[in-house]
């Protein structure tokens, strides 16, 4: 079935530092990829995605770029702020309707930024 | 109002009680999804459905009933609560689509068993 690693953290840094946050997937076909957030106390909001390979998901500074050769979605930000605290997971969905058809999480990586 | 609801918002139940966490979506998707978030576990698939009266296991569906009589509600049973099942529960609606996927999610349900 399909699967999706991510760097497990908790991951601290300090402001305008630069985000590194690994996602590798295992899954047939071409599933879509996702990165989600959730901030404290709040539900997931999507925060990029892409859906086929070499495509770029951008969103509020942050980046990723969708790697089949590497099975890769590692979420990049040049200079991350306060604000960005949160929890940020990595998630694919299968390529096909009926069964393959479901979001698969990593497990989650907890960013904190200090002032 | 559109969107993905889910109700109620936190819930305290005792051992050995039934309960059941509703969720309503307004945009007609085929596919909507329940989860469970526990620390060091991430988001675990309990149950899911393609579409009206049909419904799939996901990952960790023990103890966990569904029903989809219609399309925009997929709500979650637990027929006999335990202290296992206290967790963050998310529900997330989807349509099937090959170059504009999104799943959308409610506000979640912290429900607590004592």
């Known amino acids: 079935g399909n699967s999706v690693t991510q760097m497990e953290g908790p991951v601290t840094l300090s402001e305008e530092a630069f985000l590194t946050i690994n996602c590798t997937y295992t899954?047939?076909?071409?599933?879509?990829l996702f990165w989600y957030v959730q901030y404290p106390g709040e539900g997931l909001q999507l925060l990029l995605k892409?859906?086929?390979?070499?495509d770029k998901g951008s969103n509020k500074g942050f980046e990723a770029t969708y790697r089949k050769e590497t099975t890769s979605f590692h979420l990049e930000k040049g200079s991350v702020q306060v604000s960005d605290s949160a929890v940020y997971f990595c998630a694919l969905i299968g390529d096909s309707g009926g069964s393959n058809y479901k979001l698969t999480f990593g497990k989650g990586t907890l960013l904190t930024v200090n002032p | 109002d559109a969107g993905i609801t889910q109700s109620p918002r936190y819930k305290i139940t005792e051992t050995g009680r039934q309960v059941t966490l509703m969720c309503h979506q307004t945009?007609?998707?085929?596919?909507m999804f329940w989860y469970r978030q526990d620390l060091g576990h991430g988001l675990r698939l309990i149950y899911y459905?393609?579409?009206?009266?049909?419904?799939d296991k996901g990952e960790v569906p023990d103890g966990y009933v569904v029903s989809r009589s219609k399309t925009e509600n997929f709500p979650l049973t637990l027929e006999s609560a335990t202290r296992s099942q206290t967790s963050v529960y998310f529900c997330?609606?989807?349509?099937?689509?090959?170059?504009?996927?999104?799943?959308?999610f409610g506000q979640g349900t912290r429900l607590t068993v004592v």
């Open positions: 892409a859906t086929k390979a070499d």
């Open positions: 899954a047939t076909g071409y599933p879509s």
């Open positions: 945009w007609s998707h085929s596919y």
């Open positions: 997330a609606s989807s349509e099937y689509s090959t170059v504009n996927t999104e799943a959308f």
């Open positions: 459905s393609a579409a009206a009266d049909i419904t």
